[in-house]
């Protein structure tokens, strides 16, 4: 692809300055500078590390009602609310987690030494890993960009992260922000398309943090396997419901609602569809929609707290799934007409099969397929012939049942009674499984994934180490053999 060039920063070290798209070769620039950043403070102490949080916390907060107004302006709406409530509130208490535990996290990890190496000592430390890549997706570009970003600084590494070309307003906010409060010899936000993207994966960080579609996940592991790079990968997947036929059926359309409802269901845990008992399908649909107009008492198309889907090609494929639905048998439930500002009606789907796509796909929006059943076995058997979901969701309060389905299904994270929260919960590990995601973050896991836990060994003046050295054979080695090898 021919790209613009752009002349370099003339001083990439000096917060404020830089064009807002990044040429080829400025990835580069700015990678080394990092690389020899790094190398100059290789282990920023705590007090250090405390105060770049605290400056990214109050980044956010001071700059949260613009953050709105962008993210906003990229959705062409998307609730104030919910970019209060799932991206500015999320991110400061994910900050605040680290700043209140990272003393902590940052102290040794004593570990005990066995009797055949006394006398000596042994302890873990966290070492920053170096530079650290961030891969930052759409759907939620505030709260996926300052997680990891969080806890990559907090395990004292420097950071760059490649924001999403398709929130192009916040992503400059964003790097305008970064660049005021930090050097990017530090932390560095880079823009631009899908080459850049593909740019970035192939630098040799230290690690490479990865969130967004399965289908693009493959790309990122090949290119980052050229410089061995480790990666985490968060994903996605069709994270099912399952409704017990002992649910409060009223309270659990509620919450299946709420997680639907968020962002317009373009989130990566959205409930994606429901396992309901035959029985109970025509209730349970009538109390979601209730619930949905209860949420949305007025047009959905007129209404500041209904998220718009991003753009037209996401629009356009959720208007697939329906179409290539319909045309498979299957039946289609709305409370209101399609309109043409992309604020999309929730929907309803039964009658679906495996040949419909958008029981194949992450359906990322507000699409909600219904599938029945008739015994509990039978969800388990849906639900493992499938691939491993980023969550999973039971509502019901058989604790017998609860238990069968924990153990006998596979998913990153698990929600009984409820939706979401998998994914802001900062004292859990937040990540996938198979197709869903490699690896995890969130609170001390993600200090862990970006720092090196370095084994150290310390051995005193006095060692007795010597009465196993050559030449073998010694009465005491004899001993050692009967004490220890049985």
Not at 37 to 59: I, N, S
Not at 261 to 271: D, S, W
Not at 349 to 361: A, E
Request: hydrophobic content about 40%; charged content about 20%; some cysteine.
């Amino acid at each position: 692809m021919a790209m613009e060039q752009h002349q370099l920063f003339e001083s990439l070290d000096e917060p404020g300055t830089g064009d807002s798209d990044t040429a080829e070769g400025q990835l580069q620039q700015v990678f080394e500078l990092q690389k020899q950043a790094f190398k100059a403070q290789t282990y920023p102490g705590f007090e250090q590390r405390k105060q770049y949080l605290q400056t990214l916390y109050q980044m956010v907060a001071q700059h949260q009602d613009e953050i709105a107004e962008t993210i906003s302006h990229d959705f062409s709406n998307r609730s104030a609310d919910e970019t209060r409530l799932f991206e500015v509130m999320t991110s400061l208490n994910g900050i605040k987690h680290s700043l209140k535990h990272l003393r902590k996290w940052m102290k040794p990890s004593k570990r005990e030494v066995g009797i055949l190496f006394q006398p000596a000592s042994g302890y873990v430390m966290y070492q920053p890993l170096g530079v650290i890549g961030v891969i930052v997706p759409w759907n939620y570009p505030l709260f996926l960009a300052i997680g990891p970003l969080a806890q990559a600084l907090a395990a004292g590494n420097n950071v760059m992260l490649k924001m999403s070309e398709y929130t192009p307003a916040f992503s400059e906010l964003f790097k305008k922000l970064i660049a005021e409060n930090f050097a990017q010899s530090h932390v560095n936000v880079i823009t631009g398309d899908a080459q850049i993207a593909q740019e970035f994966t192939q630098l040799p960080f230290d690690h490479l943090l990865f969130t967004g579609a399965t289908s693009i996940a493959s790309h990122v592991l090949h290119a980052a396997a050229e410089h061995l790079t480790p990666v985490t990968l968060e994903l996605g997947g069709k994270s099912p419901v399952i409704v017990a036929q002992d649910a409060d059926l009223k309270e659990s359309a509620r919450r299946i609602a709420f997680g639907k409802t968020m962002n317009a269901g373009q989130t990566c845990v959205a409930p994606d569809y429901v396992l309901v008992h035959r029985s109970q399908q025509d209730e349970f649909i009538k109390a979601y929609f209730d619930v949905i107009q209860q949420f949305y008492p007025d047009s959905i198309h007129a209404n500041p707290d209904y998220t718009a889907i991003v753009n037209e090609r996401q629009f356009a494929r959720l208007q697939h799934y329906l179409l290539d639905a319909q045309q498979k048998g299957a039946q289609l439930i709305q409370i209101e007409p399609e309109a043409d500002d992309r604020r999309m009606p929730h929907a309803i789907v039964t009658d679906v099969n495996d040949d419909m796509q958008l029981m194949q796909n992450e359906i990322f929006g507000p699409i909600l397929p219904i599938v029945c059943y008739e015994h509990i076995d039978e969800v388990i058997e849906y639900i493992n012939a499938r691939e491993r979901p980023l969550a999973l969701y039971y509502f019901g309060y058989n604790k017998a049942e609860q238990q069968k389905v924990l153990h006998e299904t596979h998913s990153g994270g698990v929600c009984l009674n409820e939706t979401l929260m998998t994914a802001g919960m900062e004292d859990m590990p937040f990540g996938g499984i198979g197709a869903s995601g490699m690896g995890h973050y969130h609170g001390q896991e993600g200090f862990k994934t970006f720092s090196h836990a370095k084994s150290v060994f310390v051995r005193p003046k006095f060692s007795l180490m010597k009465l196993i050295y050559p030449p073998y054979g010694t009465w005491i080695q004899q001993l050692i053999y009967r004490l220890f090898i049985r």
